[in-house]
């Protein structure tokens, strides 16, 4: 069967450092993985997208990395602060031609000052 | 980005009542909007796709005689949770987006006594 793991419930960071968090996926052939950052009682944001053929992908102080190889993508924040502190999904689209996304239980980050 | 508008943003009903949810895209015309569900400290849970002009599609376990969905314009879908019980109460989030990329709204928390 399909599936999206997040390693990791949690990391907590100093301010300042960077943040990686993970996503690895089974049985997944995707043309495009997704992140979205999540606030408590709101709707998930898109934050960047990446495709199969890109191995690498920045915005502002956020990069995203996908190895399709490796089945993982890594999502990175430089500089993090205590603003950044929310909880980041993974995503993928659930098949071919579909734009519905299956979502990974998410890693709830936070930054400490 | 693009933008969906949903409310309420929370419900409280009693056993047996039912809730509808509106779900609105207001700078893009909507052919598809995906409902999910969220239980605390848990990821999203696609329960269906909403498809303008016919018929919802359910995920397997999901009844659809009880999560009607509506999506009669581009811009509106709706939810209504008909005959609402105690183990109905969740987060509730409608997304769609002109592309690959979702925007969500922000979620409907619907709390049933």
């Known amino acids: 069967s399909q599936k999206i793991e997040q390693n990791s419930e949690a990391l907590n960071i100093q301010e300042g450092k960077t943040a990686t968090l993970t996503c690895n996926y089974t049985?997944?052939?995707?043309?495009?993985l997704q992140w979205y950052r999540q606030d408590p009682g709101r709707g998930p944001v898109f934050l960047l997208l990446?495709?199969?053929?890109?191995k690498e992908k920045r915005k502002e102080r956020l990069k995203v990395t996908f190895d399709t190889t490796l089945k993982q993508s890594l999502f990175h924040i430089t500089a993090s602060q205590p603003a950044d502190s929310a909880t980041y999904l993974c995503?993928?689209?659930?098949?071919?031609?579909?734009?519905?996304?299956?979502f990974g239980k998410g890693t709830k980050l936070s930054v400490i000052p | 980005g693009a933008v969906v508008s949903q409310h309420p943003s929370w419900v409280i009903c009693k056993s047996g009542t039912s809730v509808k949810i509106e779900c609105r895209s207001l700078d893009f015309q909507a052919t598809t909007m995906f409902w999910y569900r969220q239980f605390p400290k848990q990821s999203l849970m696609l329960m269906a796709t909403?498809?303008?002009?016919?018929?919802?599609?359910?995920e397997q376990g999901v009844e659809k005689d009880k999560f009607l969905i509506n999506h009669a314009s581009l811009t509106l879908s709706t939810l209504t949770v008909t005959s609402a019980h105690p183990e109905d109460s969740s987060f509730y989030i409608c997304g769609g987006g002109p592309g690959e990329k979702l925007f969500f709204g922000s979620g409907t928390q619907l709390s049933v006594l």
């Open positions: 990446i495709r199969e053929n890109e």
């Open positions: 909403s498809n303008e002009g016919s018929k919802a599609t359910y």
């Open positions: 995503a993928l689209a659930s098949g071919a031609g579909s734009y519905q996304l299956t």
């Open positions: 049985n997944y052939s995707p043309a495009y």
